[in-house]
């Protein structure tokens, strides 16, 4: 975060971080931002559990040819929303102002 890596230089970004937050939201500040957070960690987790479990019935039941080890059909229709999602939350998150936090 700190060009010199210090714990004043952290704490001074927090503090900027933080005041950008409540002119943007008075009453909650950076709090919204954190709760935001939460709920992206509780539904990527449920993703996840669901992408485990088509995971563990694709290699139950894989597709494809005979030989033993058919192509397991989840992974491709799994980099394609991987990649969707990603675009759609950086897409957020550039949009979003964070102060003096950069993301590029």
Known sequence: MSSSGSPCGASAITISYEAQARLHDPIYGCV?????????????QAQLEILKQQAAQSIIYPTGNCSGFGE????????QHLNSFNQDHLKELQSANFGYISFS
């Open 32 to 44: 919204s931002h954190i709760f935001a957070l939460q709920q992206q960690v509780v539904n990527l």
């Open 72 to 79: 397991v059909s989840i992974y491709p229709d799994l980099e």
